[in-house]
């Protein structure tokens, strides 16, 4: 398993120290959760933030973008450092302009949706995704409790996936502990993210360790 800390879950006073922490204790990428008060009730950090955090960190940035008409905003994130962004299908009407917009800046494409999308959703578009993240909450805040009856999407975004000879990640997002990491893992997902359960453990490098093995 993958393992993609959140850093929405970080002391934010000393955000360059904890990105470092995480960085070095062995992330696979680091999640950069960006709200912007319309899309989700809950405003969080915007590209400036990740500009000035990128040459911290090796570790490849998964820019996950809760916002309206995510395609406004494509290059400012590609210049802050972005190597993924991820967007969510109920904030635009222009998915496939946005999904080749991201490409074309070299950047990997991924699609999102919230529990109440139907996963099918995301299938026309899967040839041209590097990712789907499932939602396992509400998007918006950090510390929520996991929603086990999202698990059958992950199951089909793989089925779907091999039945079209596609290699496609799979992420799931909210509330990810090692309790519900193997429920992800028995369902198929590649790249768990995880903010609360990795920067509140006390020692965040073995939680990260204890992930990737499940
Ligand atoms: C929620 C964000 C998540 C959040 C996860 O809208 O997309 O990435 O940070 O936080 P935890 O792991 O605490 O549920
Ligand atoms: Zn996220």
Same mark, same amino acid.
């Given at each position: ?10 002391? *934010?006073?000393?955000?360059? @120290? ?10 696979? *990428? ?5 709200? &912007? ?9 915007? /590209?400036? +933030? ?12 998964d820019v996950h973008l ?6 406004? *905003? ?8 972005? &190597?993924m962004i991820t967007f969510h299908? @109920? #904030? @635009? ?16 494409p991924g699609l999102s949706?919230? /529990?109440?999308? /139907? ?5 026309? *578009?899967?040839?041209?995704?590097f990712l789907v993240l499932?939602? =396992?909450?509400?998007? %918006? ?7 086990? &009856?999202?698990?059958?999407? +992950?199951?089909?975004?793989? @089925? ?11 992420q +799931?997002d909210?509330?990810?502990?090692? =309790?519900?990491? /193997?429920?992800?893992?028995?369902? %198929? #997902?590649?790249?768990?993210?995880? %903010?609360?359960?990795?920067?509140? #453990? ?13």
């Amino acid at each position: 398993m993958k393992i993609a800390p959140s850093m929405l879950a970080c002391d *934010y006073v000393k955000m360059g @120290e904890e990105l470092r922490r995480v960085s070095e204790g062995g992330s696979d *990428y680091i999640h950069l959760d960006v709200m &912007d008060g319309c899309f989700v009730p809950n405003i969080s950090f915007g /590209p400036g +933030v990740i500009k000035a955090l990128r040459p911290i960190s090796k570790v490849p940035f998964d820019v996950h973008l809760m916002i309206d008409r995510p395609h406004r *905003y494509l290059r400012e994130f590609a210049d802050a450092g972005a &190597d993924m962004i991820t967007f969510h299908i @109920e #904030a @635009e009407d222009k998915v496939e302009e946005t999904i080749a917009a991201i490409a074309a800046l070299g950047i990997r494409p991924g699609l999102s949706v919230k /529990p109440a999308t /139907p996963i099918e959703k995301v299938f026309p *578009y899967l040839d041209k995704l590097f990712l789907v993240l499932v939602m =396992t909450v509400e998007p %918006g805040f950090g510390g929520q409790t996991f929603m086990e &009856d999202m698990l059958p999407k +992950v199951r089909a975004v793989k @089925e779907e996936a091999a039945r079209r000879g596609l290699e496609i990640q799979v992420q +799931v997002d909210g509330g990810i502990n090692e =309790t519900t990491a /193997p429920l992800c893992a028995a369902a %198929g #997902a590649d790249i768990c993210v995880a %903010g609360t359960s990795v920067f509140r #453990a006390p020692d965040a490098a073995q939680m990260i360790r204890r992930l990737q093995q499940c």
